[in-house]
């Protein structure tokens, strides 16, 4: 028998399989609709996390408990495209710069990533072009050359392009096989002395799991900032570290910087700040190449002996293994790279997913083994080392998936409401005013009985927060 998308995430969070009994679904059609079964992969990932986060309240306060989880599809399908749901006074964002699409090659496609500026001047240059070159300059370069030849060409120039790829081709490269190798999440214990006890959540309002948990954020884009934004949610001081000369698109920021702060620190000259911040921090997050943030001292290893106790959880575009270990990587890239644009449209004509499902669904999986590293911890004071990689997921979604058989939640249980229709985001979405001004943006999907049902505060202005802990 095929095992639940759920109960596969579940095992890969290393949790008591008998508390999957305790989550509900709410199956509706017409929600991330795709030839690749999106919809499950996403409602696995977001009901891991809240039984995640479900679990440590009943660690924390010492309840007998049976978990209440309730996983809408109306609510994961809203949260998973929260960038395109965001307004900032009515106005919406811009997702994808000019430069940033595909384009014909020579020999097939290639995609670009082109939406910070340093990006956009490296692909330029690259590419023989001027900074200011057009969508037509490109596009005429690009038809002159070899997909797979533009794609080294600009990862050697430091900027982003990946050929397009069949799922048989992506199997047979080098990275791919070293990615198959891998678990979906990888984790294992940091070598320290006992961590710090936490004190039981209390006070009125929603149950909090992450209350007095201390985050340092030091992730961009999507995927680990949806992990962040969603432990601020639990109830985590979350506090996001910047370098002060690589500043976050203001609309990228607003969408994931709700219940966090935002400061900036230059890890070459601020390092006592960023030691007195990691003294009694909890959890480190990072969303760097693998090996980037090395020369500061922040391997796991360096600063578990720093922090004793420490929860280190790690994101990468590729994995930290294989030839591509060290390329800088983005959603829309990993699915050109690993057949998904060829699965979701024609290797003639590319498509892509209805959401940029591997960002959102691996950062929700890493707020999970954030949670549950934090509920074990509790038992022995050790440390731990959680890994993820959108390329994972990727490979997850393509090859281990199981589609809902008919109307069923695929859950291994007969908890699930069926046969309602996905009729649009509206009831997940909210409004509320803050130092970006009128936001409208998508409720969080994660929830489970007394817990939160929104952030605590909106979106701060980036790196507008002095770099301490609350």
């Known amino acids: 028998m095929t095992q639940s998308p759920m109960a596969a995430v579940w095992r890969e969070l290393g949790g008591d399989p008998t508390l999957l009994a305790g989550v509900s679904t709410v199956v509706r059609a017409g929600a991330l609709e795709a030839r690749l079964p999106v919809r499950e992969m996403a409602r696995a990932c977001v009901g891991g996390c809240a039984l995640a986060a479900a679990e440590l309240a009943a660690e924390r306060t010492g309840r007998a408990w049976v978990p209440h989880v309730t996983v809408d599809d109306g609510a994961v399908a809203t949260a998973f495209v929260s960038e395109r749901h965001l307004r900032v006074d009515g106005r919406a964002p811009v997702s994808f710069a000019p430069l940033s699409r595909f384009w014909r090659t020579a020999d097939g496609w290639v995609r670009t990533h082109a939406n910070y500026p340093h990006h956009r001047t490296r692909l330029t240059a690259a590419l023989g072009l001027a900074d200011d070159a057009t969508p037509e300059d490109v596009a005429a370069v690009l038809a002159e050359r070899p997909a797979r030849e533009v794609e080294e060409t600009v990862y050697a120039a430091g900027g982003l392009a990946v050929a397009l790829r069949t799922p048989e081709e992506w ?36 149950l909090l799991p992450a209350a007095g948990v201390r985050v340092l954020d030091l992730t961009r884009v999507i995927a680990g900032p949806v992990a962040t934004r969603t432990l601020a949610l639990l109830g985590a001081d979350v506090l996001r570290v910047d370098a002060p000369h690589l500043p976050e698109a203001a609309d990228a920021h607003a969408d994931t910087g709700f219940g966090k702060r935002s400061t900036t620190l ?27 943030l090395d020369r ?159 952030w605590a505060r909106p979106p701060g202005t980036w790196g507008a927060d002095a770099p301490r802990w609350l």
């Open 296 to 454: 500061f001292g922040l391997t796991p290893e360096a600063l578990a002996e720093r922090r004793p106790g420490l929860v280190v959880a790690q994101l990468s575009a590729w994995g930290a293994y294989g030839p591509w270990s060290g390329r800088r990587g983005f959603d829309s890239l990993v699915q050109v790279a690993t057949g998904i644009a060829v699965t979701e449209g024609s290797a003639e004509q590319p498509g892509a997913l209805p959401a940029q499902a591997l960002d959102h669904g691996t950062g929700y999986l890493l707020a999970a083994a954030v949670l549950r590293a934090l509920t074990e911890r509790s038992g022995d004071g050790r440390g731990r080392l959680v890994r993820l990689a959108l390329a994972q997921t990727a490979a997850w979604l393509t090859d281990g998936v199981a589609r809902d058989p008919g109307d069923s939640a695929g859950l291994g249980t007969e908890n699930a409401a069926t046969g309602l229709p996905y009729e649009g985001p509206d009831t997940w979405l909210t409004d509320r005013d803050g130092p970006a001004g009128h936001l409208r943006y998508a409720l969080p999907p994660v929830t489970f009985a007394d817990g939160p049902t929104d």
């Open 171 to 206: 199997a047979a490269h080098a990275q791919g096989r070293a990615v198959a190798a891998r678990p979906l999440i990888e984790r294992g214990l940091l070598d320290s002395p006992p961590a710090r006890a936490l004190a039981p959540p209390g006070g009125a309002g929603p």
């Open 266 to 292: 230059d890890l070459a000259t601020d390092r006592r700040q960023f030691q007195e911040l990691l003294a009694t921090a909890d959890v480190v997050v990072t969303g760097y190449r693998p090996g980037a």
